[in-house]
């Protein structure tokens, strides 16, 4: 969390800046394009990468960390940590069951079959979680500038529909940010490579974004303009295609299988590990794969007592045939991108790599060889979309260059036709904004009202598609069949947004759907929930941070003095001893604290918790070990 100047107003004469935000579902950035050129900012004590992870009271009151700290201590409060809250951002509770085994904390069913999440009393929306990371990433960029920031660009999948973009709006306004545009993530990594792009000819670029929990690819032409123009470049994308549910953690998770199943085979430990060893298999399991990028085999060692160790190293071909599958589900996408582009794969001048995924080399080899280019890595993964957004952010507020950003709607538009079927408006891959026009009638005789069902997606049927919503034009005068003449407008704005009207043209009648989605939250609860932030906002930050440290360093003093005594048995006792006395020290200050905030230092704070919280991490695998043999 960053201390200070986040209320502070901006100067008058200052200009308001867009900054770029990539929501990512494992990390997210904030970056500013000024005078300086495309920077990410962050405290300079801190990643500039924020784990997209908060943590809760354990009544779910109040958010006790968003970041680093919330991930690094996910093992010990799994149920009230929330991650990868992005796949449930306007999603309903069915479609996301199948993330729930994957999931620390519990899902519950709110309003309109929304997923949400329960910590304690409190059910809590994915876009009020959200809206903490985005308000993490505020403060941040606050302190980092030195006043306030009001407007951001921010980043979804290609694939978001418009129910899960709306979610995301949502999310900002909660956190107090004006969303001034939405853009997908392969667009914003396109425009950061397209930036002083020197090129003379027009390009056709392939964007592959493989994150943690999405695959994305894109296929955008870059056209130069003119030797002398200000514009760098005009920008359009010619397809989206990809997975919402394709990524590093699916890696993850095979690594996860494999540990589990050894267990159970070698030991018959339980293959139904409580929370906590989930978390840390999930890290055991992560920190293999990384390490597998840069070396030839990565050991794998659970301690689980009793003499039982379970042991072995995990050589790079047999993770690189685990993951194979993964990397063809990758192609067969960039294959379906590549129709729809009308491009073949000799065409591609130039393959971007975006996400942290793409840093294994199996990916950066097979991606090479589909296409028949050498992947350009030259950006840093990580940081490219965020670096793209605040480019787009400056066009925006107009400090930037004047590229044109076209992009594409990800999912077709239609409606319900009788039997069930969907007629569409706008096909996908039209470009934004776009307009479409449609007539419709009755099919009974002197029928007054007509329902209109609002759908998205590929399929044919009702049933196979995503429902939007629901509206009736009623008060028609009573009219043979076949008679009305309805008029039905789709409107999808520069964001990706949708309005869609209807208007009888006989009786002069209308109707208009703002699209509330299905899986969202109703325009009273998102203006109960800003009125909320507002009123939280004015704490002062500083003591917020002290208060923040205190709070979870208490937690880890608990902690770490109930394991102590719990697991003495295992412990080296110099270690033991070692780990009290700075548990002590710690304790020590934050009593100072307590008593009067301003009196400690929060940087001495801070050290004081990372100290302990390093030195704790042979605890937490003894730890692990005992739950593993279930004392
Ligand atoms: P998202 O866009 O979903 O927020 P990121 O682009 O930040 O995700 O990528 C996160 C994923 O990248 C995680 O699954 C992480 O384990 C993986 N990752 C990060 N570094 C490496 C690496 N060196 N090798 C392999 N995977 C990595
Ligand atoms: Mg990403």
Wanted: proline share 5%; net charge negative; aromatic share 4%.
């Amino acid at each position: 969390m960053t201390e200070a100047n986040a209320n502070t107003p901006l100067p008058a004469d200052a200009p308001d800046p867009v900054v770029g935000i990539d929501l990512g579902t494992t990390n997210s950035l904030v970056a500013i394009a000024d005078a300086r050129g495309p920077r990410v900012l962050h405290p300079d004590s801190e990643r500039p990468i924020l784990p997209s992870v908060v943590r809760y009271s354990a009544d779910g009151a109040r958010v006790e960390a968003v970041g680093d700290e919330a991930r690094d201590h996910a093992v010990e409060h799994p149920e009230r940590t929330v991650s990868s809250v992005k796949r449930l951002m306007g999603r309903a509770l069915r479609d996301a069951r199948a993330d729930a085994p994957y999931l620390s904390y519990t899902l519950v069913e709110g309003d309109h079959n929304t997923a949400r999440v329960r910590i304690g009393e409190r059910v809590i929306s994915p876009q009020e979680v959200s809206a903490e990371i985005l308000r993490a990433l505020k403060a941040r960029a606050a302190g980092a500038l030195g006043h306030d920031v009001r407007r951001a660009v921010v980043t979804v999948p290609a694939y978001f529909d418009d129910a899960q973009r709306q979610a995301t709006r949502d999310a900002g306004r909660l956190a107090g940010l004006d969303v001034v545009r939405i853009v997908n993530e392969p667009t914003a990594a396109a425009l950061a490579y397209g930036v002083g792009l020197a090129a003379k000819e027009p390009q056709t670029i392939a964007v592959y974004d493989l994150g943690g929990g999405t695959f994305d690819i894109s296929i955008l032409r870059v056209t130069p303009v003119a030797p002398g123009a200000a514009e760098p470049a005009f920008f359009e994308v010619l397809a989206t295609a990809g997975d919402t549910r394709l990524g590093g953690d699916d890696a993850d998770r095979m690594i996860i299988d494999l540990v589990r199943e050894e267990l159970s085979a070698r030991f018959g430990v339980d293959a139904d590990f409580p929370p906590a060893t989930r978390q840390a298999l999930h890290r055991f399991a992560e920190g293999a794969k990384v390490r597998l990028s840069t070396d030839d085999a990565a050991p794998l060692r659970i301690d689980i007592g009793e003499g039982r160790v379970y042991e072995r190293t995990l050589g790079r071909t047999e993770f690189e045939a685990m993951i194979t599958p993964l990397i063809e589900r990758t192609l067969s996408r960039c294959a379906q991108a590549l129709r729809d582009a009308k491009v073949a794969p000799g065409d591609i001048d130039r393959v971007v790599m975006v996400g942290g995924s793409t840093r294994i080399p199996l990916v950066r080899e097979r991606v090479g060889a589909f296409f028949g280019v050498e992947p350009y890595t030259a950006l840093d993964p990580d940081l490219v979309v965020a670096l793209g957004a605040s480019v787009q952010g400056a066009i925006l507020s107009g400090v930037g260059a004047d590229a044109l950003l076209l992009d594409v709607i990800p999912l077709s538009l239609g409606v319900e036709t009788v039997g069930g079927g969907v007629a569409k408006l706008i096909v996908r891959n039209q470009t934004v904004p776009a307009r479409a026009v449609e007539m419709f009638s009755t099919s009974v005789d002197g029928q007054t009202s007509i329902k209109l069902h609002v759908l998205q997606g590929e399929r044919e049927m009702v049933e196979d598609c995503r429902s939007l919503g629901v509206f009736h034009l009623s008060g028609l005068p009573p009219m043979p069949a076949g008679v009305p003449q309805v008029e039905v407008e789709f409107l999808v704005d520069a964001n990706g947004v949708l309005s869609v009207s209807a208007h009888e043209r006989r009786s002069g009648k209308r109707a208009a759907l703002q699209i509330v989605p299905n899986h969202g939250l109703s325009r009273d609860e998102v203006d109960r929930m800003e009125a909320e932030a507002y009123a939280n906002a004015r704490e002062d930050m500083s003591r917020h941070r002290v208060a923040d440290l205190v709070a979870n360093a208490a937690l880890d003093i608990k902690w770490i003095t109930e394991r102590l005594d719990a697991v003495r048995d295992d412990l080296d006792p110099d270690y033991a001893a070692d780990l009290r006395a700075k548990a002590d020290a710690l304790r020590a200050q934050v009593e100072a604290a307590r008593a009067d905030w301003r009196s400690v230092e929060p940087d001495d704070l801070h050290r004081a918790k990372h100290d302990l919280d390093e030195a704790s991490l042979r605890l937490h695998e003894v730890s692990i070990a005992r739950s593993l043999r279930g004392d």
